[in-house]
């Protein structure tokens, strides 16, 4: 018997070799969790300053309780919970698990405190690290399958919780570094641009079943596609500061009707972070404000700033399935710095910026692929229940694991959402 979780495939006889190797991905990806913390003071981790984001507190909580939940209740005989009320505390949004706390109001769960947080991430590690070592064959190929899941699922907390961390402190006029030795964005990011031209016709795109994917990436299916190019490089802060000083935001000609009325509803005028100090552009970083810099990728802008910027410099938004089929012809992998971290960011040396710059908003709405079904139970809530009214998202950016990324994978926010590492590549019709 085999349990397949996306693509990744495991047998019912678990080798001591392959127990080992699970138990130190996810020694791994929890230790990562928190490095990622050390930079914080402790009066940063109850911070939430708008509903959307998560205290850095919630996000070590949440994603301990993930592994409570999905592996050490069902199949740890004789786990003793950490706490009972931490089911409702750190429950996300999982329905068929129970009841949870109202997200916009995490930031004020002052208890428990950080220490206590901590606690109980040693707590289930300790637990989990024996449930790996002698897990019961015949179950072996479910824990195995759900672990893999949640180590991913830590790894999209690491990158939520740098750009979480990120909004949190801009909204403090002193406007504190996260990390203020991040390096100095100064490569040049930007050189020339130009078309990539793809013929189109059938193609196929989805997971094709090597290695770790998550449900919504599949099943692999066939597309039509017309003939189509995509920019070769992303839309730069230098490009995206001519729209802005051409009245782009003044002018409704470039922008869908929803964008429009959220644009005056908020008052934007620039991508978010930007502000005008003495007459220039400066933004905000996790290493603190810096110039803006106009070499780099725009970062930072919502679905309908890239839309009506895209319509304003005569192209348009790419679909999902032209970014996919393109990135597989190219044979482009998804293999990202080991040290992100910051937008801006300094563009690596020759690369066509396809991973790990900004995600890059696509003209797709996320829905099902054809075929796709959810799994059933609780984990069947992962991905599959917010298949309405967002986009999709493809490429990573600066603050994605590295390894986490890959040419199928769908990231997805809602068109208004700016806080997110997010920018654009220009696409046009042939
Ligand atoms: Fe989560």
């Known amino acids: 018997m085999t349990i397949r979780r996306g693509a990744t495939q495991f047998s019912e006889t678990a080798p001591a070799s392959l127990r080992a190797r699970l138990a130190t991905e996810y020694a791994t990806a929890r230790r990562a969790s928190e490095a990622l913390a050390q930079p914080l003071a402790v009066d940063d981790y109850g911070l939430q300053a708008m509903p959307e984001v998560s205290p850095a507190k919630w996000h070590l909580a949440h994603t301990t309780w993930f592994f409570e939940t999905f592996l050490l209740k069902p199949y740890r005989t004789g786990y003793q919970v950490f706490n009972p009320q931490f089911e409702y505390l750190f429950n996300s949004y999982y329905n068929q698990v129970g009841a949870q706390f109202p997200r916009p109001r995490r930031g004020l769960l002052s208890r428990p405190t950080v220490e206590e947080v901590f606690q109980y ?176 990728p725009v970062c930072h802008v919502s679905f309908y700033e890239a839309d009506a910027y895209a319509r304003w410099a005569g192209a348009r938004l790419p679909t999902e399935t032209e970014w996919e089929t393109l990135v597989r012809r190219a044979a482009v992998r998804g293999n990202l710095r080991e040290s992100g971290y910051l937008h801006p960011c300094p563009a690596r040396d020759g690369s066509a910026q396809w991973f790990g710059d900004v995600w890059e908003w696509t003209a797709s709405s996320y829905a099902p692929y054809p075929g796709y079904r959810p799994p059933a139970g609780a984990l069947g809530e992962y991905n599959g229940k917010f298949m309405v009214n967002q986009m999709v998202l493809r490429g990573g950016s600066c603050v994605t694991p590295a390894g986490h990324i890959r040419s199928s994978y769908r990231n997805f926010f809602y068109p208004a959402d700016r806080w997110q590492f997010s920018g654009l590549r220009l696409a046009q019709d042939r």
Do not use: M
């Not at 399958?145 to 403090?172: M, P, W």
């Open 121 to 296: 991430r040693a707590h289930v590690d300790a637990a989990l690290a024996a449930l790996l070592a002698d897990a019961p064959e015949p179950q072996w190929p479910e824990i195995a399958a759900r672990v893999t899941l949640g180590c991913q699922h830590e790894e999209q907390h690491q990158e939520l919780f740098l750009t979480d961390i990120k909004y949190n402190l801009s909204v403090n006029p002193l406007q504190p570094a996260y990390r203020a030795d991040l390096p100095s964005s100064a490569r040049d990011g930007g050189g020339a641009s130009g078309w990539i031209e793809q013929p189109g016709g059938i193609q196929e795109i989805g997971h094709d079943g090597a290695g770790f994917a998550f449900d919504n990436e599949g099943p692999r299916h066939r597309v039509l596609l017309p003939d189509y190019a995509l920019a070769a490089r992303l839309v730069t802060n230098g490009e995206y500061l001519a729209f802005i000083e051409a009245g782009g935001y003044r002018n409704p000609e470039f922008w869908l009707a929803d964008g429009w009325r959220v644009a005056q509803e908020c008052g934007w005028q620039a991508p978010l972070y930007w502000q005008q100090v003495d007459g220039r552009w400066r933004l905000f970083t996790l290493a603190g404000l810096r110039p803006v810099n106009e070499q780099e």
